[in-house]
């Protein structure tokens, strides 16, 4: 059994295999283990000497390790998911959790332009028929990437990394990213593409480095792929369900995509596919991030995130909420959730081609307060689930930075009609979406105040929220309540703004309706097809 070092040097378990450096830098600071060979359940019995551990994908950091591993102060996920560490648990325990998101960025692009070379000139078909004997350089006549042009979907790091990779080849790039400021287009020399659609008319190449969720899966599907340049050849190096496989593969048999590249795949590990005996498909088994250097660059990257927790240092990758002082989290602890779930509105209510701000406002007692933890949760609320890196309280700001998008945070200790207020605005160009809310009652409850340029007052704790523009007239709740209705979407709570001017019959009004389950978009269409509603929204909070 270890014991506690004697010399109060802290103890680090190094659980997983990674690169000497990052063993060789916890070493000049801490007494190192390497438990890589521990049989199974000594783990459990041993984690309470240890001050930090770094781990990988293997070892399952659940609660009931977690309860004990009474000294813990840190726990450094040598990669980018933290899938195997239950970080609520970690947090309780005042334990730190940190990765290493920069660890795969430069390998995913790397990848992504060696299966763009092999698809342009047919690399993999080649070898294979040469090695089995046959001499066929006419079959496999490829073509140049020079003055071809590139269309990235999805432009966070790595598609950022991978034009400024294809640009030296000639290649001429565009890319559609809603949350990338103008500004960043062009610093890297990149054309911004104001929708999809504009890359699928003009891409000889398409490649996908969007996020996956409710929005993105099933990206790329039959409808997409005809508006795509006759010809195109696709890739993949993001997440597998970005793609319809049916639908990619009926274009491949009518010669609409002339190619595909894959490293990624719906669900993996898989060794039966319908498109690996496609002459023109070239797979790989989602190698993306799989370079020595990656793996030794994860483990270095953390380890220098258990040497900061553990030395009084910056933990610049932390995935939990960073600290809050005692007698402010009092205060500010509420607005919290508040904050993201205004940042997910405003940015949903939004549909901005290219954001480039984001102004939050602190009104009332909370800005006699350090708000920065509240500027952060707002940022977090843009950005999740529209870029492609896992959004918290410490990546946001790089994140945001990476897409020039700025925080900007003012505070004036008054507030009309309200203790405290919280206005949210996310500009892009001449347009702004703005909301507005607070926390009312004793358990401080969130609540929407604005929204639309429209007051009224609802709870703000349902997951999902849709809002209407209409004539104000009678009987227009009664119409979307009896769509939704009709198609089995339960409404928990609505309310109408006030119309400040030009009431009653022909004013404009907005109705604020919150949902248990997602609003279909055909529920939406139909109730905009009727006389007097000029607008409709679903937003997933």
Request: glycine share 10%.
């Amino acid at each position: 059994m270890s014991t506690p070092a004697t010399d109060g040097r802290r103890r680090v378990l190094v659980k997983e295999k990674i690169g000497e450096p990052g063993v060789e830098l916890l070493r000049e600071h801490f007494d190192v283990d390497l438990g890589v060979d521990w049989p199974e359940g000594e783990l459990a019995g041993r984690i309470g000497d240890y001050d930090g551990i770094l781990i990988r994908s293997a070892t399952q950091m659940d609660s009931d390790l977690i309860a004990k591993a009474t000294r813990m102060k840190v726990i450094g996920r040598a990669g980018v998911g933290v899938d195997n560490v239950d970080v609520g648990a970690a947090t309780k325990h005042g334990i730190v959790v940190a990765n290493a998101p920069q660890s795969n960025v430069v390998t995913a692009a790397e990848h992504t332009m060696a299966l763009l070379l092999a698809l342009a000139r047919n690399v993999p078909q080649a070898h294979a028929s040469l090695v089995a004997g046959r001499w066929e350089r006419s079959r496999f006549s490829g073509v140049e990437l020079m003055d071809k042009t590139l269309g990235i979907l999805g432009f966070g790091r790595i598609g950022q990394l991978v034009a400024q990779r294809a640009m030296g080849f000639g290649m001429r790039v565009m890319a559609f990213d809603p949350f990338v400021s103008a500004e960043r287009y062009r610093e890297l020399g990149v054309e911004k593409a104001d929708s999809p659609d504009a890359i699928y008319e003009r891409a000889d190449f398409l490649t996908l480095h969007l996020p996956k969720n409710d929005q993105t899966e099933g990206w790329l599907d039959a409808e997409a792929l005809a508006k795509c340049k006759d010809g195109v050849r696709i890739l993949n190096v993001a997440r597998g369900p970005l793609i319809v496989d049916a639908d990619l593969q009926a274009a491949l048999d009518s010669g609409k995509v002339a190619g595909a590249a894959l490293d990624v795949f719906r669900s993996e590990p898989v060794t039966d596919h319908p498109l690996f005996g496609y002459p023109n498909v070239i797979v790989t088994p989602h190698l993306g991030a799989s370079t020595a250097e990656a793996t030794d660059r994860a483990g270095y990257q953390a380890a220098e995130q258990v040497v900061a927790a553990l030395t009084g240092g910056a933990v610049s990758t932390a995935v939990n909420v960073p600290a809050v002082a005692p007698e402010d989290f009092e205060v500010l602890g509420p607005f919290l959730p508040l904050c993201r779930r205004l940042g997910r509105l405003a940015m949903g209510l939004a549909e901005a081609s290219s954001v480039e701000r984001v102004d939050v406002e602190f009104l009332g007692r909370i800005a006699e307060r350090d708000t920065r933890p509240l500027g952060l949760a707002t940022l977090v609320g843009v950005l999740t689930g529209h870029v492609e890196e896992d959004v918290n309280a410490v990546s946001a700001p790089a994140i945001a930075a990476e897409r020039g998008i700025e925080l900007v945070e003012t505070k004036r200790t008054q507030a009309r009609d309200f203790t405290d207020l919280v206005r949210v605005t996310v500009v892009a160009g001449d347009k702004r979406a703005r909301v507005a809310g607070t926390t009312l009652g004793r358990q401080h409850r969130p609540h929407l105040v604005e929204a639309w340029g429209q007051r009224f007052n609802v709870q703000f704790e349902d997951d999902y929220m849709v809002l209407f523009r209409y004539r104000d007239m009678p009987g227009m709740m009664g119409r979307a309540g009896m769509c939704f209705g009709a198609h089995g979407v339960n409404i928990n709570s609505a309310a109408v703004g006030h119309v400040p001017e030009n009431g009653g019959n022909g004013g404009v009004a907005v109705m604020v309706l919150t949902t248990d389950a997602p609003v279909p978009e055909t529920v939406l269409d139909e109730i905009l097809s009727g006389d007097a509603f000029f607008e409709a929204r679903f937003v997933s909070l």
